[in-house]
């Protein structure tokens, strides 16, 4: 059973989080309110002061969102926690707070695809980028500039899970005074804690995991409170990806039954996942935990056909019942992707098989799947 920290739990009930509760509701009300009045003139002038710290106006602090920042920075063992209108709201918010021209940024494993597209955007303002997949600590210690101002990982990273060594590049970082961070979505705060391994940022799209029911788009930004303030005047309040307190309401929601989901999501995934590596027609599966001796990893994974090829690849996913034909992942549904067409020039896809399947396991029960994915492999 993949194990879960008991205090995540009640952190996830927002146990002990009286401010979070108003005549005992179990869910803090929404406050749908861009403005909040103060009693004076000074008091104002005060807030908006210290607006980092002062509810003003709702692309700041809003108090519903702020009851989730405090549950996911706890979850995360943060200081500071921000919550955005997407996952990529949050990485543009940390990439715009952290980077001037001139600097570069180390991007470590397989990188999620939008997340690369927005650095090859910054070139035209002078941040300069470079990847190293599957790398040692050596690799990317040799990858590094006198200008790398960031270290980016992801771990697992996307699409083939490979693990990186989290603790080790934390060190590396903190060594020649760089920056790091890392995109936790897949891995969510209960099952990795990269702040506690000496990462300095990790970032989930609560529109997977944190939400849960592929209801809602947002995504959170968790770091030191210094930092954190930082990037609240220097890009959070400038570039406006603020989270609605309706969807602050819906992730916080979510979060009550994120370890049970989480525990059903990996055990079902794990089993799955073993059916398919002892599949005559599955060349490789890649999941983190299939040997048994990985960390534990959520339902996230994927796979590839002895028959290497795209159109393989698709007509299996086609012939899926139970799996929905979707992006993102991470809901009570199972989802099925396969590779897009292969774009020679990007490199985030280069290292990808042709044949490669994309599995979210959702909540169906592992029988059930392995009984479909059976019948649409043969
Ligand atoms: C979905 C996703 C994102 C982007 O999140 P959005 O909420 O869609 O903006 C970033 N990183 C990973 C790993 C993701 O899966």
């Known amino acids: 059973m993949t194990p879960i920290d008991p205090q995540d739990r009640l952190i996830c009930l927002r146990a002990g989080d009286p401010l979070?509760?108003?005549?005992?509701?179990?869910?803090?009300?929404?406050?749908?309110a861009s403005i909040f009045r103060k009693q004076s003139m000074e008091e104002l002038h005060e807030a908006l002061g210290r607006e980092e710290r002062s509810i003003v106006y709702s692309r700041g602090l809003n108090p519903t969102v702020q009851v989730l920042e405090r549950t996911i920075a706890a979850l995360e063992r943060g200081e500071a926690c921000r919550c955005f209108a997407s996952g990529m709201g949050a990485i543009g918010a940390l990439l715009f707070g952290v980077l001037k021209a001139g600097d570069h940024v180390l991007f470590v494993n397989d990188i999620y695809g939008p997340t690369l597209?927005?650095?090859?955007?910054?070139?035209?303002?002078?941040?300069?980028?470079?990847?190293?997949?599957?790398?040692?600590?050596?690799?990317?210690?040799?990858?590094?500039r006198p200008e790398t101002r960031l270290i980016y990982l992801e771990s697992p990273g996307s699409m083939l899970f490979q693990r990186a060594d989290v603790a080790g590049i934390a060190a590396v970082a903190k060594a020649r005074g760089i920056l790091s961070a890392i995109d936790n979505t897949v891995a969510t705060p209960l099952l990795q804690k990269p702040l506690t391994q000496?990462?300095?940022?990790?970032?989930?799209?609560?529109?997977?995991?944190?939400?849960?029911?592929?209801?809602?788009?947002?995504?959170?930004?968790?770091?030191?409170?210094?930092?954190?303030?930082?990037?609240?005047?220097?890009?959070?309040?400038?570039?406006?990806?603020?989270?609605?307190?309706?969807?602050?309401?819906?992730?916080?929601?979510?979060?009550?039954?994120?370890?049970?989901?989480?525990?059903?999501?990996?055990?079902?995934?794990?089993?799955?996942?073993?059916?398919l590596a002892r599949h005559p027609a599955v060349s490789r599966v890649h999941h983190p935990a299939l040997d048994g001796n990985g960390p534990a990893h959520t339902g996230l994974f994927s796979f590839a056909l002895q028959d290497d090829s795209f159109t393989r690849a698709v007509a299996v996913a086609n012939?899926?019942?139970?799996?929905?034909?979707?992006?993102?992942?991470?809901?009570?549904?199972?989802?099925?992707?396969?590779?897009?067409?292969?774009?020679?020039?990007?490199?985030?896809?280069?290292?990808?098989p042709a044949s490669l399947i994309r599995l979210s396991i959702g909540l169906e029960g592992a029988e059930a799947l392995i009984e479909d994915l059976d019948r649409a492999l043969s």
């Open 117 to 144: 597209e927005l650095a090859r955007r910054l070139e035209d303002f002078g941040v300069s980028h470079s990847q190293v997949c599957g790398a040692s600590l050596e690799e990317v210690e040799s990858a590094l």
């Open 20 to 32: 979070a509760e108003t005549d005992g509701m179990v869910l803090p009300p929404i406050a749908q």
């Open 198 to 275: 000496g990462i300095d940022f990790s970032i989930h799209s609560c529109s997977k995991y944190i939400g849960g029911h592929s209801d809602a788009i947002g995504g959170a930004l968790v770091g030191p409170q210094e930092w954190l303030d930082r990037i609240f005047f220097d890009s959070y309040l400038l570039l406006g990806a603020r989270m609605a307190p309706f969807e602050a309401w819906l992730f916080l929601r979510g979060l009550m039954t994120l370890p049970a989901r989480i525990a059903r999501h990996s055990a079902d995934a794990l089993e799955v996942a073993r059916f």
């Open 319 to 352: 012939r899926l019942q139970l799996f929905g034909k979707a992006v993102s992942w991470g809901g009570a549904e199972s989802l099925v992707i396969t590779g897009h067409k292969r774009d020679p020039g990007r490199d985030s896809t280069a290292r990808l």
